[in-house]
């Protein structure tokens, strides 16, 4: 039987990524980094795409699964009617330049007869390397890439594959390491599974363990923290928003996009969970990313780059792979790269003034590069653009969009005054009054909610951002019009749609499923409206969500109760972590990070605005 999304565990080195499926199946891996051609891509065709199964021969009776508190290292539990055993997966954190996936099978109880399938097939499935036996182990290699394979059990080939049957016993330990160099290199040293797998323990309970307390959600918070710290890619910085390409945002259909790259929004909103959960290096990590990435003319800045700034992430589609459950195009690359997408520059200014405290004062660069981003906000703001959800349909004058542009000269107002730094503060007054009365004028409709597009009628959940960025108050009648249209509207048994397919030209077609961030985003509204339980209920909802290994896709299909989009889904867990935060402060009385000035600076930005609770200004 297909894994379905959910079924499906992250492994990270925090530069590359694989999925382990509940039946001890990996079937997505990447080396060397996210978005590197995968050399197990089963997830989006067939065990003949490359895939590398670990399991019981007879039939399992049960499944258990684990991350070990506050790691990426997974335990997979089998039970059957010979007895239990655990697979222990993971990729340890690189060092010496080892790139590795190792596996370890331990006997728990009685003797149970084991199975391992391992297909290689470079570059997306389409290759198949050339193997040969290289001191005791195996060597694989085509084109660029080689892969060593070394264990203690007697392997074969079978069919362009390697096989091996062998029996674990109770306090037995087997072996094995897949380990990635350049083909020009000579293989990899042996190492010690046993070691590499404790040493990496050690490394994520350490990370994880610098994580502030947000009782009663630690574990939730913790959880995706620690997933999102796998989504940053530590040589650059810089943060994926997943580590999949083409998992289908409708089974069957078209939606089907390549998101092993950094977005700027994804990535801030990222960056202020980091922050807010007290890991201030990866913020100024993922700044001086920014730096080099949109480094040149403000102007040709982009709404994503490669994990080490890369600008053309050209987009192709990948015919000779089915894609998950027959979902195709399978598309790798991304055509949005090159989109204009207004509302990234009021992200970027809002990250940079609810992190300048923290990780600015020793870049003199970040406000020199903030300036350079809001004169190019002055110049297109009245523009049309292709908006946060990058439709392909043709460019408009979306509301969310403009609200961001009024977001981008409103921080940059505050980050000037706040420091005494030299700008046209009166210009810039003059222009946030005037793109503040445009909205009002052509966003709202005669209902007095806020529309998609500028005279247009359709729904969209973006809106929530209104108060969440302080462009209005919470209790404002266009905010509150515009939450209960959005509840009537675009919530389907609890969760939220982003817009109305059937209304949006979005240049796909196509149904999509409900979209976990803005199911929380009505949460974080209803936080700042006093409506504490209602959020609550959605919050745990969400929570509820999570497989068994606390993971979340992009999108929730409520009709047939399943996962939907790439997975893990750093948006989705950047959410999970903002509405926590935000409720365990509000539980425990507290009204924002920080205290004294920074506390009481002004009103609630962003993100931080879920976290503040209250609204002034």
């Known amino acids: 039987m297909t894994n379905r999304i959910e079924d499906y565990a992250l492994l990270s080195d925090t530069q ?9 199946s990996i079937d997505w891996l990447t080396f060397p980094r996210f978005d590197s051609a995968a050399c ?15 399991a019981p021969v007879g039939e399992v009776t049960a499944v258990r699964r684990r991350y070990r508190p506050g790691t990426l290292v997974l335990e997979t539990r089998f039970t059957t009617a010979d007895g239990e055993v655990e697979l222990v997966d993971c990729m340890p954190i690189r060092g010496d330049d080892r790139l590795d996936v190792v596996r370890l099978v331990r006997g728990i109880r009685g003797t149970v007869p084991m199975r391992m399938h391992l297909t290689v097939r470079m ?6 390397p050339w193997v040969r036996r290289v001191d005791g182990g195996l060597r694989m290699v085509a084109g660029p890439d080689a892969l060593a394979f070394r264990t203690t059990v007697e392997h074969r080939p079978d069919d362009w594959s390697t096989v091996a049957e062998f029996t674990v016993a109770e306090g037995d330990e087997v072996p094995f390491d897949l380990a990635w160099r350049p083909s020009h290199l000579e293989p990899p040293e042996p190492i010690s599974v046993a070691d590499s797998i404790e040493r990496t323990t050690r490394w994520w309970s350490d990370w994880s363990g610098r994580c502030e307390q947000f009782a009663p959600y630690d574990d939730v918070i913790r959880s995706s923290i620690t997933v999102l710290k796998g989504l940053t890619y530590e040589p650059t910085g810089g943060i994926v928003a997943a580590p999949t390409t083409s998992l289908p945002e409708s089974i069957g259909g078209p939606r089907n996009w390549d998101y092993r790259y950094c977005w700027l929004r994804d990535a801030t909103f990222t960056l202020t969970s980091l922050l807010d959960a007290g890991y201030t290096e990866e913020a100024a990590a993922w700044r001086d990313w920014l730096l080099r990435a949109v480094a040149g003319r403000p102007e040709d800045v982009q709404i994503m780059y490669g994990p080490a700034g890369e600008h053309r ?5 990948l015919d000779w792979l089915p894609g998950f459950e027959g979902s195709s195009p399978v598309r790798v690359g991304n055509g949005a790269h090159d989109q204009f997408q207004l509302d990234v520059f009021g992200e970027v200014m809002d990250a940079f003034y609810e992190g300048h405290l923290v990780v600015a004062d020793d870049q003199p660069n970040v406000w020199k590069v903030g300036r350079a981003l809001v004169e190019v906000v002055e110049k297109r703001w009245e523009e049309p653009d292709d908006g946060i959800w990058e439709v392909r349909g043709g460019r408009r004058h979306f509301t969310h969009s403009k609200v961001m542009a009024w977001v981008a000269i409103d921080r940059a107002i505050r980050i000037a005054e706040g420091r005494g730094t030299d700008a046209p503060v009166d210009r810039w007054t003059d222009l946030r009054e005037r793109i503040h009365a445009e909205v009002l004028a052509k966003g709202v409709d005669d209902r007095g909610v806020f529309v998609q597009e500028f005279g247009g009628t359709a729904l969209d959940a973006s809106l929530l951002m209104v108060p969440l960025v302080g462009f209005l108050p919470p209790d404002d009648p266009r905010v509150v019009a515009t939450v209960a249209a959005i509840q009537d509207e675009l919530t389907h048994d609890g969760f939220v749609h982003r817009y109305d ?27 700042l409206q006093g409506r504490i339980d209602e ?3 959605i919050f745990e909802r969400v929570v509820a969500l999570r497989n068994d290994v606390g993971l979340l896709a992009e999108m929730w299909d409520p009709t047939e109760q399943r996962m939907l989009g790439n997975f893990p889904q750093a948006f989705s867990h950047t959410a999970l972590v903002a509405t926590g935060i935000a409720l365990s402060r509000h539980d425990r009385g507290v009204e924002g990070r920080g205290s004294g000035e920074e506390a009481d600076a002004g009103p609630p930005t962003g993100r931080s605005a879920r976290r503040a609770l209250w609204h002034r200004g």
């Open 16 to 24: 590359s990524a694989a999925l382990v499926g509940r039946d001890g």
């Open 535 to 537: 959020a609550r209920e």
């Open 313 to 317: 992430l050209t987009e192709l589609e």
């Open 501 to 527: 397919a059937a209304k949006t030209d979005d240049g796909v077609g196509g149904q999509e499923g409900t979209f976990l961030m803005c199911t929380l985003w009505l949460a974080d509204v209803f936080i």
């Open 40 to 54: 197990f891509t089963a997830l989006l065709g067939t065990p003949d795409h490359g895939r590398w199964l670990l």
């Open 123 to 128: 570059d997306y499935g389409s290759i198949v």
